[in-house]
């Protein structure tokens, strides 16, 4: 009778409901340091792929993405949502955090400061970030 709490046609929107907060959060991160390149950009669709979005529809949810992004000032509108996936997923999410930042060769003390917020939000293990953090600048030498 009443369809008002029916989860479908958000179910429909997205097979993973945290792709959105993901494409955000990625997307604030990219931003931070005033320069969203073109390889940022790569390395966010890249990641939220291997998370579970279609190649069909991430133009949709980039574009979408970058709009919420935009419209939000606090990475905990992203992050409160993320912190519930699995820690595989969440290992996804940072190595492309990492990806972003030295894809310029250089990470500055706000990308460095906001993975370090990011991390302790997501309850990850510090260790596990800096093991990833060493894997991203291994690859980028």
């Given at each position: ?12 929107e ?29 390395i ?21 993405a970058?709009?919420k ?29 990492w ?23 997501l ?19």
């Amino acid at each position: 009778m009443f369809n008002i709490f029916k989860k479908e046609d958000t179910e429909k929107e997205n097979n993973h409901p945290s792709i959105m907060a993901v494409a955000c959060l990625l997307i604030h991160s990219a931003k931070i340091d005033q320069n969203y390149t073109e390889k940022e950009n790569k390395i966010i669709k890249e990641a939220i792929i291997e998370m579970g979005a279609g190649p069909e529809e991430i133009d949709k949810i980039m574009q979408d993405a970058e709009e919420k992004e935009k419209d939000s000032n606090q990475i905990l509108d992203f992050t409160r949502e993320i912190k519930n996936i699995n820690e595989e997923d969440k290992k996804i999410i940072i190595e492309a955090l990492w990806d972003i930042i030295y894809s310029d060769e250089d990470a500055d003390m706000y990308e460095t400061n906001l993975m370090r917020r990011i991390s302790g939000l997501l309850y990850l293990d510090p260790k596990v970030v800096g093991d990833i953090k060493e894997k991203v600048s291994q690859k980028k030498t």
